[in-house]
């Protein structure tokens, strides 16, 4: 379900779909919604309109019948009361019921009473805000209201009214009152086939808009997938082209550029194979003549103390010269197996804590002659780990050789943290530090921060870089922080166990004692 999510969520066709069927629905609700209501202003104006003058017509026949009966008894005014009622109402269902009622108006005190409203309409269903301005009008008033029936039913109605005369009897309201159960009904449907034309419309959109992103992103997500195999090594693959379009001009574009960089990366190819034999043949070849000279010079070495001085301190320069040629090969070698992906590990159990204090310990004299010392802190006293104790140690004797060639006559502090799942040991000096911009290539080969000092000293600009080769090899990492007068702290974080990866960092890369 997750997966299903992430890749709506990172699609860009389900992206524009979306945003079009969100649009979309915003239009077509704001133009269903200003249809609806010029429909439904158009349908209830015709009809008011038409209510009004039948029932103008309606009280305009009563009146005059009422004038007419001027005079008579009550028993023929009655009967002209049922025959205006009996001729004005529809006796039908109550979707097109008309229905008549007289009110006696407020103030007359007529003994007769002739208040009455056709088919058991309550009269209750004039609102009194309506009889109140019938009463203070001349001409027909209306209002849209609710009828009730006795009988419990209720539909919409309007209500039309205006005073007139009865003989004997006085002043009445008489209201003509039009069900709307036939228009509510056509408005409903009228609302109904709105709604049913939009979700079509909406569909239709839909399907539209998924039609021509397909048309485009099909090639799009093609070029991804292409350029994934050429990330995985497969530079063979070519885009398939069909038309002259636009799309067409870009999967040209594509593959021109496909096949440049596979002409590339096969020349790149070719000379790293080249270099990378070249540094390995090389560094083998001069093994060679390099024992014969290592023999040689141990000869004239041990015997210095008959030499004359000059030659002495000759023979002196040659054995160390020899030493730091002897320290490259070794580290071009190693280099070249990284290069060339044949680098493995020999991995073993052992206390990364007991390593650390032995490569201090083995480093002592040397920091002592920079007038420096190493202090060694562990937050338990033994930490077993399984990797490759060589490459191990090699990391932490070419990060102590560093600090002390930097620490400029301060101490350096080693810390050692653990975990269930990972060791990290931190290495830290307070000497010349490091630039923010050197810190991108403080591991780049044969990189010094000051060369002069790398030469004076002895350096050969690969330690770093193989140290953290070493740690990557261990699915660990190497990090650093450092500042100008403020030192460096390199951290290196390991897996506890071969092949594992690292959980998270245990030591603070930035110092807590630095503040900026």
């Avoid at 997750?2 to 239009?27: E, Q, Y």
């Avoid at 006293?381 to 104790?389: G, R």
């Avoid at 870089?465 to 460096?488: K, M, Q, Y």
């Avoid at 951290?491 to 166990?497: I, N, S």
Wanted: hydrophobic share 45%; charged share 25%.
């Amino acid at each position: 379900m997750n997966r299903i999510l992430w890749k709506v969520r990172n699609s860009l066709a389900f992206k524009v779909i979306l945003s079009t069927v969100i649009l979309s629905m915003g239009v077509v609700w704001i133009t269903g919604s200003a249809l609806n209501s010029r429909l439904s202003s158009g349908i209830k104006e015709v009809n008011l309109n038409s209510a009004v003058v039948e029932a103008r017509s309606t009280i305009f026949t009563a009146d005059y019948r009422f004038l007419l009966a001027q005079g008579e008894k009550d028993a023929i005014v009655q009967k002209v009361v049922d025959d205006v009622i009996s001729s004005a109402t529809t006796i039908t269902s109550n979707e097109n019921t008309r229905e008549v009622v007289f009110i006696r108006s407020i103030g007359n005190t007529k003994a007769k009473n002739y208040e009455i409203a056709s088919n058991l309409l309550d009269p209750k269903s004039i609102p009194a805000s309506l009889s109140d301005r019938v009463r203070q009008g001349k001409d027909v008033t209306f209002q849209y209201t609710t009828m009730h029936y006795l009988s419990g039913i209720s539909v919409p109605g309007l209500a039309i009214g205006q005073k007139v005369q009865i003989p004997n009897a006085g002043q009445y309201e008489m209201y003509i009152v039009f069900s709307l159960a036939n228009q509510e009904k056509t408005l409903n449907l009228i609302n109904t086939y709105l709604l049913i034309a939009g979700i079509v419309l909406l569909l239709l959109i839909t399907l539209i808009t998924w039609v021509v992103v397909r048309q485009v992103v099909k090639p799009v997500r093609e070029a991804a997938q292409i350029a994934a195999e050429f990330t995985a090594g497969d530079f063979r693959q070519r885009m398939k082209v069909y038309s002259q379009d636009e799309i067409s001009t870009l999967g040209n574009a594509f593959n021109e550029m496909a096949e440049s960089l596979e002409q590339q990366i096969a020349r790149l190819e070719n000379l790293s194979r080249v270099q990378q034999r070249f540094v390995s043949d090389v560094s083998h070849e001069l093994r060679t003549p390099l024992t014969t000279l290592r023999m040689a010079s141990e000869v004239i070495h041990s015997s210095k103390d008959t030499f004359d001085p000059t030659v002495t301190r000759s023979a002196e320069l040659l054995v160390g010269q020899l030493d730091r040629f002897e320290r490259l090969l070794e580290d071009l070698l190693e280099v070249s197996r990284f290069d060339a992906e044949v680098a493995v590990l020999e991995a073993v159990d052992f206390d990364i804590v007991q390593l650390v204090n032995r490569c201090a310990e083995d480093l002592a004299l040397v920091a002592k002659g920079r007038k420096t010392q190493i202090f060694v802190k562990s937050s338990e006293p033994a930490v077993m780990i399984k990797a490759d104790i060589r490459r191990v140690e090699r990391i932490l004797r070419n990060l102590l050789a560093n600090a002390i060639d930097h620490a400029e006559e301060v101490q350096i502090d080693v810390q050692i943290e653990a975990s269930e799942h990972d060791v990290a040991v931190g290495v830290r000096d307070y000497g010349v530090g490091l630039d923010e911009s050197a810190l991108t290539r403080v591991f780049d080969r044969f990189w010094r921060a000051d060369p002069s000092r790398a030469r004076t000293r002895g350096g050969t600009g690969l330690g770093l870089s193989i140290a953290l080769e070493d740690a990557r090899l261990h699915n660990g990492e190497l990090e650093v922080w450092g500042r100008p007068g403020r030192g460096a702290h390199f951290v290196v974080t390991l897996p506890r166990k071969t092949w594992e990866s690292i959980d998270r960092r245990l030591i603070q890369l930035q110092p807590e004692d630095y503040r900026p």
